[in-house]
């Protein structure tokens, strides 16, 4: 294993300096004293899959991954330590571990148990291998890429869990926990943008009607604020009570967003007094400002039935076809296509880069379609044809009768009249 990193690396943390932060959480068993680390801070469609069998057939991988969808080999940080202690891995990779999971950008505890999930299946393929951590070779790194591949997930799933991968990696390399990174300059699956089912304005609004009028307090707080703020689920229900204040003379409420960004929506007058009404149920006890029977927060499944169940209540079609981003996604289409900038969305919706809002827009394309028009000219053919000439009752012009006119293409009672045999 590789040495421990000198004490001149990185900023220079003394030793043990991890262990004396109060922030560390579940993370305070990665770190090592008498170790220097680096500064820390608080479905898709399948790629095409290439014809290779005369290199490295499929059937013959070294390993086979659980399905996808198997419970990872570690959840959190202390069951991370756990593999990485049979793993045999050094104090200097745990240590490094710990600095790579407090980083800037995994600063916020969803986003931390995420990463370890993902650090937790390369884990379990070393040691099927047989392989140390800090010397793998670059074809090892592949061929866990094609294990996933083989075991069925999908490619953002492959992207995401091959990047984190590489993150790692580089981190290890930089605090001299690991010799090189196997995963550094590999072809990552393509981006395939999975589209999301979206709701127009108006049945947004009927979600939120039903709930105010047939249900209670707490779940028309919970579909109001969904569509005034468009916050992930993860935000509403991570959000506690005293995130509720005031800016000014603006009422708001402040989101944990992704990388622990604290991001401020504005809570207008309407959603305000349906949120007040539900705060005056739920009393001023502290926690989540969303809270079940028994005092605890709510779960994302529980959400997501929610809307599900409510849509169904309205006569949406195929409410069982609605995502948990589907919402978010509804209120950020609604907003653009009402003629909201772009900038001005992107800001509610706590995007750090522009291109992320503008995938909202392409509802607007479809609305755009050549197709409608093309569908209007149709409309008129089949009613000039109408007035043309006697139509057989058993042609497929007759069996669209005048549905399939528009208004304006109607043929006229007297040329009905005299088109009659």
Known sequence: MSSPASPGHGTGHGPGNLHDRADLGGLAELAVAGVITLDSTA???EDDVEDFTELIPLTTLPVQLPAKGSAPPARNAAELVALLRTAQASDTVLAGTAGWLLS????????QDAYIKEASWWLWWLQARGLELDRVPYAEAD?????MRHAGYQPGSRRRRLSALSSWYGYLV???AAETNPFDGMELPKRRSKPTRHLTEAQLDDLVTFAVERESTRTAAIVALLKATACRISELTDVGVDAL??????????????????HQVVIAEVTGRILDAYLAERGDAPGPLFLTRTGLGLRRSYVWELIQRLAAAVDIPDPANLSLHSIRHSVATALLQAGEPLDVVQALLGHADPRT????????????????????RLAVALA??????PVDPTSAVAATDTELLTPDSQPSASS?????P
């Open 43 to 45: 479905d898709e469609n």
């Open 384 to 389: 000039r044809s109408r007035r043309a000439a």
């Open 174 to 176: 930089r605090a001299q």
């Open 245 to 262: 204040g005031h800016a000014g003379a603006q009422r708001i409420i402040t989101l944990l967003a992704k990388g622990g960004q604290r």
């Open 357 to 376: 809002t503008q995938t909202y827009l392409h509802v607007e394309e479809l609305e755009r379609s050549p197709a409608h028009r093309a569908d209007s």
């Open 143 to 147: 061929l866990f890429a094609a294990a």
């Open 104 to 111: 800037e950008r995994r600063a916020s505890p969803r986003t």
């Open 416 to 420: 009905t009249a005299s088109a009659t």
